[in-house]
């Protein structure tokens, strides 16, 4: 069983930075790909980006809305995975959420763990 806990979300303008957080439990944690998604209203919800643990290092994969922009990092020694917010649009307003999958992909239902959210506001 994992738990997640996102934390950094807020408002913001457009332009500006945020730095989201998500704390894991569990002593395994270096072996899930951790993943972000994003829901706005009336909108499904769909990838943002994901970083997989290998033996040979860590790969990472953004959407392509994203690309170039935020960046994801994990810290396997605090269970913590960041997503790097710059150059923010209105169009990233959403609620985020982190989540973990023991065989992961960038597919939300590969997924298996999630955590509660936390919202993201730019205002243009």
């Known amino acids: 069983q994992v738990q997640l806990v996102e934390s950094g979300g807020g408002l913001v303008q457009a332009g500006g930075s945020l730095r989201l957080s998500c704390a894991a439990s569990?002593?395994?944690?270096?072996?899930?790909?951790m993943g972000w998604f994003r829901q706005a209203p009336g909108k499904e919800r769909e990838f943002v980006a994901a970083?997989?643990?290998?033996?040979?290092?860590?790969?990472?994969y953004y959407a392509d809305s994203v690309k170039g922009r935020f960046t994801i990092s994990r810290d396997n020694a605090k269970n913590t995975v960041y997503l790097q917010m710059n150059s923010l649009k209105p169009e990233d307003t959403a609620v985020y959420s982190c989540?973990?999958?023991?065989?992961?992909?960038?597919?939300?239902?590969?997924?298996?763990?999630w955590g509660q959210g936390t919202q993201v506001t730019v205002s243009s």
């Open positions: 569990g002593r395994t944690f270096s072996r899930y790909t």
């Open positions: 989540a973990a999958a023991v065989k992961g992909g960038l597919a939300v239902y590969e997924y298996d763990y």
């Open positions: 970083i997989m643990w290998s033996i040979s290092g860590s790969y990472t």
